[in-house]
């Protein structure tokens, strides 16, 4: 059971590249999320979706995108990369609504020159 | 607004002795709190929560409090081992919303 898989691991952008970040579950949950994470900071919510084709804010989404065209899938997109956007990404997912057990990934570690 | 904060942004703690990790929360309809830990280089961990329907809940070797007159939650940790080493945060969610909001986090650090 691999629990939800974050991929890549480590990236290095220039300002203004675009990519995307990409995150599987396998436990068939129907709540996924992006959070971001910077030093001091704790973790600040990005987009959350509550199921297949349905996704929304949080607290910071300028700047990025997300879809969820299938219940395992929910890739965040970069636009266009700026400096502010180096950070440590987590994706993470959960049974039903999030008032139960989030499960996240391993992160992936940022950083746009 | 809606946040979540700790009192003590690093905690160092006595290896076998009691750890308590302290958060407040500013929105009193959050009805669902969470603990997560988290090591250097990975993912939080989830560790116990607990609803607003209770004051107090037990895990294995961890205890949550949850005192809701004042907005304040705890997390004892029994006996603190050096595995216990980690970044602790709190985050408070409503069950009619979607998102859940953490804190800062307390680095627990374990004195041998």
């Known amino acids: 059971n691999a629990g939800v898989t974050q991929t890549p691991k480590f990236q290095v952008l220039k300002t203004g590249q675009s990519m995307t970040l990409q995150c599987a579950q396998d436990?068939?949950?129907?709540?996924m999320s992006w959070y971001r994470q910077d030093p001091g900071m704790g973790l600040r919510l990005i987009h959350y979706?509550?199921?297949?084709?349905?996704?929304d804010q949080g607290e910071v989404p300028n700047g990025y995108n997300v879809s969820r065209s299938t219940t395992e899938d929910f890739p965040l997109r970069l636009l266009s990369a700026a400096p502010s956007q180096t950070s440590v990404y987590f994706c993470?997912?959960?049974?039903?609504?999030?008032?139960?057990?989030?499960?996240f990934g391993q992160g992936t570690r940022l950083t746009v020159v | 607004g809606e946040s979540v904060g700790l009192h003590l942004p690093t905690l160092s703690v006595q290896e076998g002795d009691n750890s308590i990790i302290n958060c407040a929360y500013s929105?009193?309809?959050?009805?669902?709190f969470i603990w997560y830990k988290q090591e250097s280089g990975k993912g939080p961990q989830f560790i116990i929560d607990i609803r607003s329907n209770m004051d107090k809940r037990q895990g294995q070797r961890v205890t949550v409090l949850l005192n809701k007159t004042v907005k304040h939650l705890s997390l004892q940790i029994a006996a603190t081992q050096p595995g216990d080493s980690a970044v602790y945060f709190c985050a408070e969610t409503m069950n009619r919303d979607d998102k859940i909001i953490f804190g800062k986090g307390t680095r627990l650090h374990i004195l041998p």
């Open positions: 436990m068939n949950h129907e709540y």
């Open positions: 979706s509550v199921g297949a084709g349905i996704t």
């Open positions: 929105n009193s309809a959050s009805d669902y």
């Open positions: 993470a997912s959960s049974h039903g609504h999030p008032n139960t057990e989030a499960f």
